[in-house]
């Protein structure tokens, strides 16, 4: 008697755009190791520092939502540096940002995650005061559905490594707040969104919605880097609106807009690499030459105090980006590609049963490699990024 | 669509490729309208009908897919059935859509039909996805808890420490028979595994705590419902979760009519594993039916129940259909069986059909009427059921190789007294290893060890030294505790070495510290596989030594003199201990089964930030041997929190993050684990450690008392109005007896084309004491395989040989 080989198991797999095909892009070892085997980063301080921004910006629109609209600028008691994490005091307005911010520290603080430092902290309120109170009366008008999970199944693209399968397919998911045409046809022309998406599409009419996303982040250096954060930015929107295009109840997708947070409230590292992209041609929202913008950023040293209007601090942050069908398929095949990449070195592994083997130490961003927790072993890091 | 036409594209669809047989379409076909009980045998095609269903409930009854509910009890099988929902429905779209007569109405459904939005998953997954999408405004983010976190919470929010320690007497008398070998619990550890179910039970089972804890009741009562109050109420100030307030807060919506958005439209529920329900689940599946008027179905096999031990309630299968009517008040159709096997030969068919029916008191266990025999759907293979028995487990290791060695090195294994003609052998196109399983009760490679006596090898442990000496190995994650994984020990044990050095003025604090006797000694250890390492001067890594390494950690955590890079920093995570140290133990960056262990280790670090003084951080010193020093309690609270634990095995590997199993390693599981699979040849160890009828293993074999398990079901049965007389019912003792039929049962059925039992000798003799379920021995004493032994003459044979089974 011959035994049958064992049937392999056939899982169809799992992606999330900004969890897996974000985090692989940056460095295809380091995902492995956090994504794969779900390994805590020692400092998960990104990871706080985005989830708090996000879940700012969620609580405030659903208590607006609640209320049918909030009294902006909502207060804000400043943290100091002498402030431990921990409830606002008695009496604190329960609009003040403290209070609406406690209770996400609290829930990040029991899965772990933490602030790096008390200056770290105050710059998170920072920005949430300047998204909530600066973008939030523009912003959450303009919500049709917030908080939309979206999910679609995407054929695998044929492997050219030629390595067994675990699946014909895959699943891509992500999370998506969506802009409705009524809500932004109810806005006045003054709307910085508004005004942000009728200059990249006056034509716009009918019935279309716009995808949102926020990113923690600064406005990323232009480029055609494809593990740049400028394209993948780009291509992370067109898929949303894609997978926003696969349910039942939506409607065209006319664009997608990425909230660059950092801009609204920009420190010391985000005015010095202004500068230096501004003088080289790297942005592509620079301040008119002459204003006092313009003289601002140019002549900027570290340590002095950032004064930027709020007008070009809107414009910095806010990257709206045209949707056509055209777009989505170039985005969501280059999403294929790198689906396919990830699927490749899994089953790379699979074969060999060796990890730096089957996925390279090959990250294109200096500062992941520093806050990597396995960089003391690291041949990129060792050989390529210590000491430069 | 119309259903014949739903089958006729099942059939020609090249995935699927197949009409389902009579009873499966019996299944599918069921009207929605009435509530819908299946038992499904093992091997009968039991996803292929649930999937089947949910596409026939998007195909011909039109329902979008994202108003059906599928649930299913592991996260594994869920993936599974997603998987397989995607796979087929993907196909079943593109070929109906390429049908020539499909009419306008099916063209639009198929255009806009994505099966992947089907909600399914795991209850649990399900409730926390649907509440925390789903909250009002004022409502906190919810978290949940993990259950390592969960119990540490449970002792010190519920102040298990004083509250034992001043009625030791009370609490452990009564939690005695809960814990692992009947004996009182010496320590608040100890108290704690033993209360942790119980604490879940009262919301699993829907327990009426105050009656439990009343005046009138034992001390030992008040005070433990006085313990899970203080934890509950912390969770709830906190806005923490954990899985079994995750449901009770699902429950609690669904009957006050509030149903989470993302079940608000529900149109179909489907439940897999229906057997391993509980009280509060159960109750969950009723409320949202009732709530949404779904079309509701379930699907189990009350014969694989594996689950009590974690509340699961097999007695709500059984009865499913006179409490469905009472709750629902419709009398559900069925049950509708499942009974033809597609899996096994006829051979192992007819082993594991005659077993589940050996027993006359397993009989009542079942519902009522039993479902029908199984049926093969294969043609006779010739392969007998085999079996292998031998004096000693290290004699069992060695031959079980050499059969090993002939089936998937050699050229093929025959039978030396030619009792069947053909050889066995593996696929000549990548045959290996990893088509073999091995099962057991325990898959534990050592037994525990007793202060002053070494650990001693078990059967695991043998077979994976005699595969090692012939050039193979296993694959065995939950053989050895993280604790005595070697590389586990060197990597904690040179942990301990950074931040605990034994140069402290007063040596090492773990030393000092009020934490087990167990604990200790595995701390201890460790220190010595850390500093042998250490010793041994492992290679620089780019310019790195481990001294350095060890070193500095050692300068931070005692104020040493600078230049110290690790001063850099007022606090450090002790996660970044563990990974500055992974480099030297290379395992655990290289290999796949490594990443599993540090996962564990990480994990446990991890969510001791969430909980633990100082939040998983060690702290530079002012006065590092000064008591109130924040840098030494820093230390203490790691040790006590991470470190610790992970010394009293309280830590589980998760090996599901192992992307694959290695094809060249025999596979190694318990049989829990082996729940749903199948493979080629199952070997399935029946009890190749038990020598003799040593009392403390007979809770694995033939039970003279009822379980922990049963015990405490017995003990909560008062205070349980609806579930109490059901489950007892039948008698602790039954029910335990009960569940190791049912878990060999399972064990049996998992193998396509072969079955082979392994044992020691001493389980076959003909005056053997060694009495075991999984060998034929009935509850009533009597035994099977002796009764199945002819003999010619006066005198017996010395071991038994039932004909069902060749010895080899």
């Not at chain 2, 205070?719 to 007892?728: D, K, N, S």
């Amino acid at each position: 008697m011959e035994l049958p080989i064992k049937r392999p198991d056939r899982i169809v797999p799992d992606y999330s755009l900004t969890g897996d095909v974000l985090s692989f892009s940056r460095c295809q070892r380091s995902y492995r190791y956090y994504n794969g085997s779900a390994l805590p980063p020692s400092r998960p301080v990104q990871m706080w520092y985005g989830e708090f921004i996000h879940g700012m910006m969620e609580r405030t629109f659903r208590l607006w939502q609640d209320r049918g609209g909030l009294p902006f600028p909502l207060p804000y008691t400043p943290v100091t540096e002498n402030d431990m994490p921990g409830e606002p005091p008695a009496g604190t307005d329960p609009l003040d940002l403290r209070a609406i911010g406690w209770p996400i520290e609290q829930a990040l603080a029991h899965q772990g995650k933490f602030a790096r430092s008390a200056d770290a902290r105050i710059s998170a309120y920072e920005r949430a005061e300047a998204a909530v109170n600066q973008l939030g009366p523009h912003l959450f008008p303009l919500i049709d559905v917030a908080e939309r999970k979206v999910l679609g199944t995407r054929p695998l693209p044929a492997s050219e490594e030629h390595l067994a399968e675990r699946a014909a397919r895959y699943v891509l998911q992500g999370i998506i707040d969506v802009l409705g045409h009524t809500q932004l046809d109810g806005q006045p022309s003054e709307n910085a969104i508004k005004c942000a998406i009728l200059e990249v599409n006056p034509h716009l009419s009918g019935e279309y919605e716009i995808i949102i996303d926020y990113k923690g982040s600064r406005r990323p250096r232009v480029d055609n880097d494809p593990r740049g954060d400028w394209k993948l930015g780009e291509w992370q929107v067109q898929t949303y609106a894609w997978l926003r295009s696969q349910q039942v109840d939506a409607r065209p997708v006319a664009a997608g807009i990425l909230i660059y947070v950092s801009e609204l409230a920009p420190g010391s590292k985000e005015m010095t690499m202004l500068r230096t992209e501004m003088r080289n041609g790297w942005t592509d929202v620079v301040p008119a030459t002459g204003t006092p913008e313009y003289y601002q950023v140019s002549g900027w040293t570290p340590g002095s105090q950032a004064n930027l209007s709020l007008e070009f601090r809107l414009k910095r942050a806010i990257r709206v980006i045209p949707v056509s069908q055209a777009t989505m398929t170039e985005a969501t095949t280059a999403i294929d590609g790198v689906v396919r990449a990830i699927e490749d070195r899994v089953a790379h592994e699979r074969q060999s049963m060796q990890i730096k083997q089957s996925w390279p130490a090959d990250s294109n961003d200096d500062d992941t490699c520093v806050a990597c927790d396995f960089r003391v072993s690291c041949e990129h890091y060792n050989n390529d990024v210590r000491g430069t | 669509m119309r259903f014949e036409q739903f089958l006729d594209l099942v059939e020609h669809t090249p995935a699927i490729a197949r009409r389902p047989n009579g009873e499966q379409q019996v299944c599918i076909r069921a009207d929605p309208a009435r509530p819908t009980m299946i038992v499904a045998g093992p091997g009968s095609g039991k996803t292929t009908v649930l999937v089947l269903r949910a596409l026939r409930h998007m195909l011909v009854d039109g329902i979008p897919p994202e108003r059906i509910v599928i649930t299913t009890f592991t996260k594994k099988a869920a993936r599974e059935i997603r998987s397989r929902l995607i796979e087929w429905g993907e196909a079943l779209v593109d070929q109906a859509a390429a049908m020539p007569n499909l009419d306008a109405a099916d063209q639009t459904l198929l255009r806009h039909l994505d099966v992947n939005r089907v909600v399914a998953g795991t209850l649990d997954s399900i409730c926390q996805e649907a509440l925390g999408s789903d909250r009002h405004a004022d409502e906190p983010p919810l978290v949940t808890l993990e259950a390592f976190a969960a119990n540490v919470l449970l002792q010190r929010r519920g102040r298990l420490g004083p509250v034992f320690n001043a009625n030791q007497a009370a609490l452990a008398g009564f939690l005695a028979p809960f814990t692992f070998d009947g004996t009182p619990p010496g320590t608040v550890g100890e108290a704690s595994r033993a209360l942790v179910p119980i604490v879940e039970r009262f919301i699993q089972d829907r327990v009426d705590v105050a009656a439990f804890g009343a005046a009138n009741q034992p001390h030992a009562h008040q005070l433990i419902a006085g313990i899970a109050a203080d934890y509950r109420n912390y969770l709830r100030d906190n806005n923490l979760l954990d899985f079994s307030s995750l449901e009770e807060a699902m429950l609690s919506r669904l009957q006050a009519r509030r149903v989470p958005t993302l079940l608000a439209d529900t149109a179909v529920v489907l439940v897999d594993e229906y057997q391993d329900t509980n009280a509060l689940q159960e109750a969950i599946y009723f409320e949202l039916v009732l709530a949404t008027g779904a079309s509701f179905t379930v699907v189990g096999d009350d014969d694989q129940s594996l689950y009590r031990f974690r509340g699961a309630t097999i007695e709500l299968f059984r009865a499913f259909v006179a409490r469905c009517q009472h709750r629902l008040g419709v009398a559900p159709q069925g049950p509708l069986y499942l009974v033809e096997n597609y899996r096994s030969t006829p051979e192992i068919v007819d082993f594991f059909n005659s077993f589940v029916r050996e027993d006359p008191n397993f009989g009542p266990a079942r519902i009522q009427p039993p479902k029908p025999v199984i049926r093969a759907n294969a043609t006779a293979s010739q392969m007998p059921v085999l079996a292998m028995f031998r004096p000693d487990a290290p004699t069992l290791a060695n031959d079980l190789t050499g059969f090993l060695s002939d089936v998937f090195r050699g050229g093929g294994y025959r039978d030396p007294n030619g009792r069947y003609p053909d050889l066995l052998r593996r696929a000549a196109d990548g045959g290996d290893l990893g088509d073999a399983v091995l099962l057991g009760f325990s898959v534990l490679e050592m037994q525990r060890p007793y202060f002053g006596n070494p650990p001693s090898p078990r059967f695991t442990h043998h077979l994976r030294n005699a595969l090692m000496g012939r050039g193979m190995s296993m694959f065995n994650p939950r053989g050895r505790s993280l604790r005595d994984i070697e590389q586990v020990e060197q990597l904690l044990g040179l942990a301990i070495l950074a931040i605990d050095p034994p140069s402290r003025q007063g040596g090492h604090l773990f030393e000092t510290m009020t934490i087990t006797n167990e604990a200790k000694f595995f701390m201890r250890r460790w220190v010595v596989a850390g500093r042998a390492l250490l010793a041994a001067g492992p290679a620089a890594i780019y310019g790195r030594t481990l001294q350095q390494e060890v070193g500095e950690w050692n300068r931070f955590v005692l104020a040493g003199p600078n230049p110290n890079p690790k001063s850099s920093s007022r606090d450090w995570p002790f996660l970044d201990v563990l990974y500055g140290l992974v480099p030297w133990v290379p395992h655990f960056e290289e290999d796949p089964e490594g990443q599993v262990y540090l996962e564990a280790m990480s994990r446990a670090a991890g969510q001791a930030a969430g909980f633990s003084a100082y939040s998983g951080k060690i702290v530079r010193p002012v006065n590092p041997n000064v008591d109130d020093d924040h840098g030494k309690r820093s230390i203490l609270a790691i040790l006590r929190d991470v470190i610790a634990p992970i010394a009293e095995n309280v830590i589980d590997v998760d090996e599901e993050i192992m992307p694959s199993v290695p094809r060249d390693r025999l596979n190694v599981m318990t049989i829990h684990q082996a729940k749903g699979l199948e493979y080629p040849l199952v070997i399935v160890d029946v009890g190749a450690d038990f020598t003799m009828d040593a009392p403390k293993n007979r809770f694995r074999r033939f039970p003279d008392s009822p379980s922990a398990t049963a015990q405490i079901e017995d003990a909560l049965a008062p205070f349980t109005a609806e579930l109490g007389p059901l489950r007892t019912a039948r008698s602790g003792l039954d029910r335990s007896f009960e569940d190791l039929i049912r878990l060999f049962y399972v064990a049996f059925s998992r193998p396509q084309s072969v079955l082979m039992l392994v044992g020691c000798e001493k389980l076959r003799g003909w005056k053997s004491k060694v009495k075991h379920v999984a060998t034929g021995w009935r509850q009533d004493q009597s035994w099977a395989w002796k009764d199945q032994t002819s003999y010619v003459g006066r005198r017996p044979p010395p071991i038994v040989s039932p004909p069902s089974i060749h010895f080899i």
